[in-house]
């Protein structure tokens, strides 16, 4: 078996299906793992996700964002905003069915040598840490007061987890740090409003896997989320996939046994 991860879709089909064929993927026997916001902003989110979902247990996903952001919109927690490319899913004959499977899947997968999440781990946090907190929200999102973990899933406060938060204000914290991550400090404090390049770092913050004691550092973790690094990290062990297929530029698929990398351009 070889697996494949893909970075951001945002609802780009046809790049995917563009890669998909360059390596002969074939689901019988391959596996394609994608690192979140696999809908949104791009031209077939309903394609997307419809084309995912089909692939059965040859398709693994983390939540990113985006996918996230379209669950609390179906609950009539929060409304679409203007760039939003999601009314097509709602409106869809199938849409329970693909908001249901979408709802189930998890935060972090740790694998074959491999850990995935959307945006990263928090410098602090260890993977048996990052497991146990993605874990909270899984659990979170598969019981029926799912509602109440939307409702409250919103905001940047507080800007890192603690014991001495509300359930909810915990949720919040390590739901942003998965999903919505880009600069923190070495105390895990995030950073959430600037979305530039590394370069641009507020004062005071780095990038998550910039901080020198990381201590996920000897694991090998793909995330995406951050375009603006154009799949450039210069780190060993961090496999960055989101290279602004949605705006332009090209989709990249990894192959996990050679570490190869092949693109597409949007």
């Not at 694998?111 to 781990?121: N, Q, R």
Request: aromatic residues 8%; charged residues 20%; neutral net charge.
């Amino acid at each position: 078996m070889t697996i494949y991860a893909v970075g951001d879709l945002q609802g780009c089909l046809e790049p995917l299906l563009c890669l998909l064929e360059k390596v002969s993927f074939k689901p019988e026997k391959d596996q394609l793992w994608a690192a979140g916001d696999v809908v949104n902003r791009g031209p077939q989110s309903l394609e997307t996700l419809r084309y995912l979902k089909g692939l059965g247990p040859a398709f693994r996903m983390v939540l990113g964002n985006h996918d996230l952001h379209l669950l609390a919109v179906a609950r009539g927690i929060t409304q679409l905003n203007p760039k939003d490319t999601l009314q097509e899913i709602l409106d869809a004959h199938d849409s329970n069915e693909l908001l249901d499977w979408l709802q189930q899947q998890p935060l972090l997968i740790s694998e074959h040598g491999f850990v995935m999440v959307h945006a990263g781990i928090p410098p602090h946090w260890d993977l048996a840490t990052a497991c146990i907190m993605a874990g909270k929200v899984e659990t979170a999102l598969r019981t029926k007061n799912a509602n109440l973990f939307f409702e409250n899933m919103y905001g940047n406060t507080p800007t890192s987890w603690s014991e001495l938060q509300s359930e909810a204000e915990q949720l919040r914290s390590i739901t942003n740090y998965f999903t919505r991550m880009r600069f923190c400090n070495p105390r895990g404090e995030l950073e959430l409003s600037v979305k530039t390049a590394p370069k641009n770092a507020p004062p005071g913050f780095l990038p998550w896997y910039k901080n020198p004691l990381r201590k996920t550092a000897n694991e090998k973790i793909i995330f995406g989320h951050w375009a603006a690094l154009n799949g450039e990290v210069n780190e060993n062990n961090l496999y960055a996939l989101d290279t602004g297929c949605v705006w332009g530029q090209r989709l990249r698929l990894m192959n996990l046994n050679t570490l190869q990398y092949t693109h597409c351009k949007c």
